[in-house]
């Protein structure tokens, strides 16, 4: 049943009038902002970690003296690999934002559903990617403050 609806649903030619087109024009411009953003935030952070490197451990390790010595059960050297890595994930989760826009900005000014389509499934896997990050952050703070007791 489900594969008559998106058969009949990829052969139907999709018009867009004014309204939905400066909706989607609105949408293009924030999300490449925001994205950009985050980018720009993202490699700043990475490249920080990178240079104090050796000097951020070493802080990291004696802030974490009041934690015996490890957070979560983590030394200074893991805990900044996995800030690296959630910098990381944060960049691609972007990055489809990011190619929501372009692929977008670009079905508007070809008229073309075909990548307006591929647009959409940019912002499906972004919002997929967004939402289990924010569970597992949820998750996280849980486990601490349930620790903590």
Same mark, same amino acid.
């Given at each position: 049943?489900? /594969?008559?609806?998106?058969?009949?649903?990829?052969n139907?030619?999709?018009?867009?009038d004014? $309204? *939905?087109?400066?909706?989607?024009?609105?949408?293009?411009k924030? &999300?490449? #902002?925001?994205?950009? +953003?985050?980018f720009?935030?993202?490699?700043l952070? !990475?490249?920080?970690?990178?240079a104090g490197?050796?000097? !951020?451990?070493?802080?990291?390790?004696? $802030?974490?003296?009041?934690y /015996? $010595?490890?957070? #979560?059960?983590?030394?200074?050297? &893991?805990?900044?690999?996995?800030?690296? *890595?959630?910098?990381?994930?944060?960049? +691609?989760v972007? =990055? !489809?934002?990011? /190619?929501?826009? *372009?692929?977008?900005?670009?079905?508007?000014?070809?008229? /073309?559903?075909?990548?307006?389509?591929?647009?959409?499934?940019?912002?499906?896997?972004y919002?997929?990617?967004?939402?289990? !990050?924010?569970a597992?952050?949820?998750?996280?703070?849980? =486990?601490?403050?349930?620790?903590s007791?």
């Open positions: 049943m489900d /594969n008559i609806k998106t058969d009949q649903l990829t139907l030619d999709l018009e867009i004014e $309204g *939905a087109t400066e909706a989607f024009s609105s949408a293009i924030w &999300t490449r #902002f925001i994205s950009i +953003v985050v720009c935030f993202c490699g952070l !990475f490249f920080a970690f990178l490197g050796s000097d !951020f451990i070493e802080g990291f390790n004696k $802030g974490l003296q009041k /015996n $010595g490890s957070f #979560f059960g983590l030394d200074g050297t &893991t805990l900044l690999i996995g800030i690296i *890595a959630v910098i990381i994930f944060v960049a +691609v972007y =990055y !489809f934002l990011f /190619n929501f826009s *372009a692929k977008t900005k670009n079905a508007l000014v070809a008229e /073309n559903t075909g990548e307006l389509g591929k647009g959409l499934k940019s912002l499906k896997i919002f997929i990617l967004y939402s289990a !990050f924010s597992i952050s949820i998750l996280l703070m849980l =486990y601490s403050i349930i620790e007791f």
